[in-house]
């Protein structure tokens, strides 16, 4: 069986959702028959605490590891067929260093709002240059929008125009992202079928195909 893939999930920015972001798209991919594991790599504990909750994130295992050899343990992982999701702490700790150099794909969620986007541009390259001087492979997702919102177009359109990869699905502000972290659920748990759910999915599938196309030409 291949290596698990890697999908680091990291911010410019507090408040972007990085955490709900990491959770929903590995009990996603739990609820689908596959075995996702999450490593919580930000001192904030945010994953760690949301599995201590009731309903435990769906059983999907973390792992809590905020050192620099944080990719050592996602390495050590059984393989099985399911990413690791590693949810960074600031861009400047040892372990998001690590993390951004080894990782298979780095998702970024930005907020939509023109401050959020404002510092993405202005800083994006410099933070995402990791310890060996390259670039880490990465990709923009809108979350926190009103979908069609003509804030939501001119932000999409400011980020293409920079060059920075964005994919199509985004996260609108839905309040089932908060009701299902009461219990320590995602929305795929508490409403399967609404359409919170469908926007983790349809974006889950777009991270599937960009990390089989990082895989294959790494």
Known sequence: MA???ILAVATLKGGSGKSTLASCLAVH?????????????DP?????????????L???????????DVIETARSLPRKRGPVVIDTAG???PATLAALAAADLVVV??????????????????LFATRDGSVARFRCVLTQTTRDSVIARHIRAELAAAGFPLFESELVNRIAYSEAALYGATPSMTEPHGAAAREIAAL????D????LARETA
Do not use: Y
């Open 44 to 56: 904030q504990r945010s994953l760690a605490r949301l599995a201590a909750r009731p309903r435990a």
């Open 91 to 93: 861009f400047r700790a």
């Open 58 to 68: 769906g059983g999907v295992p973390v792992i809590e590891n905020c050192s620099e």
């Open 3 to 5: 290596k698990r893939a």
């Open 109 to 126: 969620p930005v907020k939509a709002s023109p401050l959020d986007v404002d510092v993405m541009i202005d800083t994006a390259r410099t």
């Open 204 to 207: 889950a599938a777009e991270i």
């Open 209 to 212: 195909f960009a990390l089989t």
């Open 29 to 41: 991919w739990r609820l689908a028959g596959r075995d996702p594991v999450l490593v919580d790599a």
